[in-house]
């Protein structure tokens, strides 16, 4: 059963950068979209980034796009969320997703994912 853990969260300035990890194990990554969440204190759940499982076909939400690029090494078994010029609103606790879908596409509904990592807290604040 494919197993997911984050990290490379942490606190953080606004305008600053965090590099955050998704590595696998359990299964063969390539067999898998993935998918960034995050959720703040008292908000929904919310998709961030996907990758398809080829890594050609990605889609983000609006507030993070030209900041967060999502990429996916399948031989390291890791997908890797690089976030740049981050501002307070991206405080929240960040989850990586796992879901089987066709190759060259990805979705940012977490209602399809199957497989979730515990999370990483990322804290921006001066």
Not at 71 to 83: C, E, G, H, P
Not at 89 to 118: H, I, K, M, N, P
């Amino acid at each position: 059963q494919l197993q997911l853990v984050e990290s490379g969260g942490g606190l953080v300035q606004p305008g600053g950068s965090l590099r955050l990890s998704c590595a696998t194990t359990g299964a063969i990554l390539n067999n898998y979209a993935i998918g960034w969440f995050r959720q703040a204190p008292g908000k929904e759940r919310e998709g961030v980034s996907c990758i398809s499982r080829s890594g050609g076909n990605t889609n983000s939400v609006d507030s993070v796009k030209g900041r967060f690029t999502i990429s996916r090494d399948n031989a390291k078994n890791t997908v890797y969320l690089q976030m740049n010029s981050l501002k307070p609103e991206d405080t929240a606790v960040y989850y990586c997703a796992a879901v089987t879908r066709l190759w060259g596409t990805c979705t940012l509904a977490g209602s399809e994912y199957r497989y979730w990592g515990q999370g990483t807290q990322v804290t921006v604040s001066s």
